[in-house]
């Protein structure tokens, strides 16, 4: 699932999506006092500020970079909230506020964790904007992925074939297969045990989300790799969890799919090596995957290497000026 951020339709999706609704106020409720100064980065429609009203807060710094901005004003002036929020259409990194916060809010949480920049913007938010002993929300995040089988997934992606009407398009299957992918699963597509890529707690931030992580599968089962399925467990507040594990009940979060460039039979015992690298791009992030198979019954193993970087052109640059050790 994919959406404009400016649009209507994609804040409508997370204002439709209760059980996100629920979790996040019963958060923001444990969380913000009375009297509470908060700041809410990437505010979208308002719904997370006009909650931190509600627990109390006496005044919210409502930060969204897109036109959809307009629309929460209205909302605040419907339901009386424009003394209480501050709306402020840029970038957070961009700006200066006159006051510390004593809770940052943030949902840029992707279908993968990070994602929108996640951790270079709340890393900056929280050394300009919060109060010694203040809080984020969420305060905890879990990046976890799993070997899967869907060949039914993967027959939508991988839809061009070396000889699509006497026309050679191979090129156009590799960059296809160079992506990654929204999609639901279910955990009948699992090839083995889930295993925990990577961890972001929020109370030491990290000034870059750079990855550079490596996990090792046994499978479990017999079948084919197909790819493989990522998703979060973000911990918003000490007592409320979010994620969208599979099968997940959350509307606003698909899983993450990283495909392998041909589906690999593999057996019960088998070991697969996975290394996923990123770095920040402009909205979203540039991903490396490597994937090593290593069958139990010889002693041949199959690579295969992947990176969206061919789609992103002149973000190499920033890759390397981030980090020029192995940014890629």
């Not at 980065?41 to 997370?48: D, T, Y």
């Amino acid at each position: 699932m994919s959406f404009d951020f400016d649009s209507t339709e994609f804040h409508g999706v997370l204002v439709a999506d209760t059980l996100r609704n629920e979790r996040y106020r019963q958060s923001i409720f444990e969380t913000v006092k009375k009297g509470d100064t908060v700041v809410d980065i990437g505010a979208g429609s308002g719904v997370l500020s006009f909650f931190a009203c509600q627990a109390g807060a006496k005044r919210v710094y409502a930060i969204e970079r897109t036109k959809i901005i307009e629309i929460a004003k209205a909302i605040a002036e419907a339901n009386g909230l424009v003394d209480q929020v501050v709306f402020i259409n840029q970038d957070s990194r961009k700006i200066e506020l006159p006051t510390k916060a004593d809770v940052i809010i943030s949902e840029l949480i992707s279908k993968f964790g990070v994602g929108q920049n996640l951790v270079d913007v709340i890393s900056d938010a929280q050394r300009r904007f919060l109060k010694p002993g203040g809080k984020s929300l969420p305060s905890w995040l879990e990046m976890t992925i799993v070997p899967i089988q869907d060949a039914d997934f993967y027959n939508t992606i991988d839809v061009w074939s070396s000889d699509f009407y006497n026309l050679d398009f191979s090129l156009a299957r590799e960059t296809a297969l160079n992506e990654v992918y929204s999609n639901r699963f279910n955990k009948t597509n699992f090839l083995s045990a889930p295993a925990q890529l990577h961890t972001i707690d929020f109370a030491n931030m990290p000034e870059h989300s750079m990855l550079n992580e490596r996990v090792t599968f046994q499978i479990e089962n017999d079948g084919v790799l197909h790819g493989f399925c990522g998703w979060f467990n973000a911990q918003l507040s000490e007592n409320t969890w979010l994620t969208n594990e599979p099968p997940s009940p959350v509307l606003s979060w698909d899983n993450i799919f990283f495909p392998i460039l041909k589906p690999c039979t593999v057996r019960a015992g088998d070991l697969i090596d996975l290394q996923i690298r990123s770095f920040p791009a402009t909205l979203n992030c540039v991903w490396k995957w490597t994937v090593d198979i290593h069958p139990s019954w010889n002693t041949k193993r199959r690579r295969y290497v992947h990176s969206t970087l061919q789609q992103w052109g002149g973000e190499l640059q920033r890759a390397l000026e981030i980090n020029q050790q192995d940014a890629i």
